[in-house]
């Protein structure tokens, strides 16, 4: 069976230009937009996959929660983020309605996955409190449990947020978790812009080539050790960069939990582009990754 990996628009958020793409110019905080003017604002898209593969349909992330419509009640459920990320969420475009659109609800996904805790990806989980499965990194919870400044757990009371454990050595870190055990979907832990940050490769049926020219090709970190895999796939970078400027150029995100841990893993998905098996970074925020279904 194919792999359909379809990219959901769920909004935008508006931000300091300085948030997603750090240059060594910016002054210390400049990603907050504090005394800064609206020329440095930019609007960039909130996206989620949904994914149907042999096991099933997996989302990864949930956007922005309908309330968000509302400029009081978001500015009561931003709390003290609301100055620096504001939620832009048109009528039809929260998660739910999306998979409403498709004939699907939530208690019909198999799996969601987050890619971490961040309002613009765990926002919308309260609309997915009927799927039977929520899970996200260990780390990245563990860290939602102590820091009340960069997360807001009220954005999933009433859903039962799981963890998973890493039991794989892949990217940067050599550590992430293979959902299924068979290589179709693997969280990979990219620290740096959140503890239990995750990327996603996700392979299709495609298998490339594989010969030795080929293989010379291939990136570290990609494959297990002694489990090297020939099929295609995407790498879903969530926040490790925001979009092109993040991998043509080098900028880390200007949020951060360890710098050093962040130009780490944008270091490596900037390799992983260029292995031949690699179909495309997808980016949550990149403008240029449009909506719309991919199958491979």
């Not at 799996?111 to 409190?129: E, P």
């Not at 996700?202 to 490339?208: K, N, P, Q, S, W």
């Given at each position: ?55 099933g349909?997996t ?10 419509r ?8 931003l ?21 409403e ?12 996955l ?10 919308g989980?309260?609309?997915?409190a009927?799927?039977p ?10 860290a ?23 039991d ?10 293979d ?14 812009h ?9 392979r299709?049926?495609?298998?490339t080539?594989?010969d030795?020219?080929e293989r ?11 489990r ?55 980016a ?5 990754v ?7």
């Amino acid at each position: 069976m194919s792999t359909s990996l379809t990219v959901l628009r769920t909004g935008t958020v508006v931000v300091d230009e300085a948030l997603p793409y750090h240059r060594a110019t910016d002054r210390p905080l400049a990603w907050t937009h504090a005394g800064r003017s609206r020329r440095h604002l930019i609007e960039a898209p909130v996206s989620c996959y949904l994914i149907e593969n042999r096991h099933g349909l997996t989302l990864i992330d949930s956007g922005w929660h309908a309330g968000n419509r509302d400029r009081a009640w978001q500015v009561a459920n931003l709390r003290q983020q609301y100055p620096v990320n504001k939620a832009v969420l048109p009528d039809g475009e929260a998660i739910h309605e999306q998979l409403e659109e498709r004939g699907l609800r939530p208690q019909d996904l198999d799996l969601v996955l987050l890619s971490h805790l961040h309002c613009d990806h765990a926002d919308g989980l309260r609309h997915l409190a009927g799927a039977p499965r929520v899970l996200v990194s260990a780390p990245e919870l563990s860290a939602a449990s102590r820091d009340r400044l960069r997360y807001l757990p009220h954005e999933w009371k009433g859903v039962d947020v799981g963890t998973f454990l890493w039991d794989t050595q892949v990217g940067p870190f050599g550590a992430g978790w293979d959902v299924f055990g068979d290589g179709d979907l693997v969280m990979v832990h990219v620290p740096g812009h959140a503890w239990g940050l995750c990327a996603t490769l996700v392979r299709g049926d495609v298998t490339t080539e594989g010969d030795d020219a080929e293989r010379a090709g291939w990136v570290g970190g990609v494959d297990a050790p002694g489990r090297e895999d020939p099929r295609a796939f995407h790498l879903l970078t969530s926040d490790v960069g925001y979009g092109r400027p993040s991998f043509d150029e080098g900028l880390r995100p200007g949020v951060v939990v360890d710098a050093g841990l962040a130009e780490h893993s944008l270091a490596w998905v900037r390799a992983v582009e260029s292995d031949p098996r690699c179909l495309g970074l997808m980016a949550n925020h990149d403008p240029e990754v449009r909506p719309g279904a991919r199958v491979f």
